[in-house]
């Protein structure tokens, strides 16, 4: 989704162009408990309606084509040549175990490529149509933007395969180099983007918030450094990166860079480090790598505020321990608690600790700017996910989407296998949208929930979690079951596994939508008017003399800082005069 656009103004008042603030973590075998790959995403956006995307295999007859429309808008872009045949995709991840996120980073606005006709959208989901592995899809993605050119502004991509992780980043070359006439200059000037991808060693996590990532980078040895010009290569074990061969020598061209290829920064050069980059962005990786190495990330703790942009994070770090599935949906699921960040300590956070601020983020106090902060966890998350790929599984059991909708903090990862062709009814495309409400809506039944929540934020959460932790780990268990039944039977039983996957999915969705909504009724019922309605043995209390009365609830104060806050402001107004 699109950057946190960040900015300055003459005047120094941080402004916030853009609402999005989409987060990636990228886990590789070695860095978790059971051997699988994983990447996640959060669909930040205001105006993103949650469901859960699919597009069926398919063939084609030669000469047909795709019509590409701009991810963002809708806007058509152009067409594309069809491929013969293409895989099945289930949101972000297909058939084969790969799956494909992102985070858009913006970077210089005047290399966006407005003739371009692959935007970041299309290029995930047309690349997911045609590729198996993480290699391949690099080399898809760097074939389609030389052909087609590359529509959008700065973007990372994170690319999984069951063995693999790659990040990958980009920019377009919007901005035309001229020749000493004054003129564009056709030798200098080709379609497409300039980029870097990057192996993410095994046995580290890497992660990127809307900034680009990548810096300086080995150059090209033939071995594991290879250029755009070697995709032929891509496939050799030992590569461990590749880019774009004009990287260097486009922002060269363009006046943007004049020293020494070793000194080049894929970071600096294209998307240039502020305080915003730093403290709106870079910081959600910085809080996710504090989870997973605390003793290595504090190191960073100056970087993530901000205040020492020369002290620059690593791309990737080796955690503490390998990660089990619960800790990565753990990355997701972040305020900044326990660090100087945490947004629930705050007066901002109110009565009840709600760590949540709605827009604007930045605002001035006596003529000094400041700003809220940008968690990983955001109330405007259309979906969020967690692409697992394991390499020792058949594909269609293999490959899991763990899949949920709204915020991420409050929201269930419901098990989707990469192998189904049905969608569930609470997830399906097109069962309501940001315009219009459906009853039988996942999206709609936990923003019910979650909005209901931040008013009482402190004490509900608590309840809501009870139940967010129930159906996931009773859905990570019942795949452990799975696993037994299907684990030794690579290559066969496809169409069983299939109808399987089908019936497996779609049940858990199901489990999980009655289960939330039975959640809604009994959050209303307890916390309704701010009262908190008493319970013993998980029935509520009643008053001893009729069933459907219930005891005096209780009444729990505001915290004292809120009561000290509101002296602050109303001065001796509320004061009881004896």
């Known amino acids: 989704m699109k950057r946190i656009s960040f900015y300055l103004t003459a005047m120094a008042m941080l402004v916030f162009a853009k609402a999005d603030a989409c987060t990636n973590f990228l886990i590789t075998k070695g860095a978790s408990k059971d051997g699988s790959t994983m990447i996640t995403y959060a669909a930040d956006s205001h105006t993103l309606y949650g469901c859960l995307y699919y597009r069926p295999a398919a063939n084609y007859p030669a000469g047909s084509m795709l019509d590409i429309y701009e991810w963002d808008s809708g806007r058509r872009l152009g067409q594309i040549k069809q491929a013969a045949h293409t895989y099945s995709v289930v949101g972000n991840m297909n058939e084969h175990q790969l799956s494909i996120a992102e985070t858009t980073y913006g970077g210089r606005s005047e290399q966006v490529d407005t003739t371009g006709i692959m935007d970041y959208g299309s290029l995930i989901y047309v690349t997911l149509q045609r590729a198996k592995t993480a290699r391949e899809a690099i080399k898809v993605i760097a074939e389609l933007i030389a052909e087609y050119g590359y529509y959008s502004s700065g973007e990372s991509f994170s690319i999984a395969d069951p063995n693999e992780v790659w990040i990958m980043e980009m920019i377009g070359k919007g901005q035309k180099v001229m020749d000493k006439k004054g003129t564009i200059d056709p030798k200098k000037n080709a379609k497409g983007a300039v980029w870097v991808a990057a192996r993410v060693p095994d046995g580290y996590i890497s992660g990127h918030a809307n900034h680009a990532r990548i810096t300086t980078f080995p150059k090209a040895d033939g071995k594991k450094v290879l250029t755009s010009k070697q995709l032929a290569k891509i496939n050799e074990p030992a590569v461990e990166w590749i880019y774009s061969e004009d990287v260097i020598d486009y922002a060269r061209n363009i006046g943007i860079f004049n020293g020494k290829d070793t000194e080049f920064s894929f970071s600096d050069i294209y998307a240039p480090l502020d305080f915003s980059g730093a403290r709106g962005c870079e910081a959600r990786v910085w809080a996710g790598f504090m989870k997973a190495n605390a003793a290595e990330a504090k190191k960073y703790e100056s970087y993530a505020r901000g205040e020492d942009l020369k002290n620059r994070m690593p791309l990737w770090i080796k955690p503490a321990q390998p990660l089990s599935l619960q800790d990565v949906f753990g990355l997701m699921r972040d305020h900044y608690e326990g660090t100087s960040l945490d947004m629930t300590k705050d007066a901002g956070a109110g009565a009840f600790e709600l760590p949540y601020r709605w827009r604007p983020m930045g605002f001035t106090v006596n003529n000094v700017d400041y700003v809220h902060e940008r968690a990983i966890s955001t109330q405007q998350t259309a979906f969020s996910f967690i692409a697992q790929a394991r390499s020792w ?186």
């Not at 609470?426 to 929930?449: C, D, I, K, P």
């Not at 008493?534 to 729990?556: C, D, H, L, T, Y």
Request: aromatic share 14%; glycine share 6%.
């Open 393 to 578: 599984m058949p594909n269609p059991v293999g490959g899991i989407l763990w899949f949920g909708v709204d915020d991420s903090y409050s929201t269930v990862y419901v098990p989707m296998y990469c192998g189904i062709t049905r969608i569930p009814e609470s997830f399906r495309e097109g069962n309501g949208n940001m315009m219009q409400y459906s009853a039988t809506s996942a999206f709609w039944l936990f923003n019910q929930v979650s909005n209901f929540t931040y008013l009482r934020y402190k004490d509900m959460i608590v309840d809501v979690q009870k139940v967010q932790q129930e159906l996931e780990y009773g859905f990570i268990a019942k795949v452990a079951e799975n696993d037994q039944r299907w684990s030794g039977t690579k290559g066969t039983n496809n169409a069983e596994m299939v109808d399987f996957a089908n019936t497996f999915s779609n049940t858990q969705a199901q489990i999980m939508f009655n289960r939330w909504k039975s959640l809604s009724e009994y959050l209303l019922v307890k916390y309704m008017d701010g009262n908190i309605k008493k319970e013993r043995n998980g029935r509520f209390v009643n008053n001893g003399f009729n069933q459907n009365i219930p005891a005096m609830p209780s009444q729990p104060p505001y915290s004292q800082q809120f009561y000290e806050l509101i002296i602050q402001t109303s001065g001796d107004n509320h004061r009881v005069v004896k």
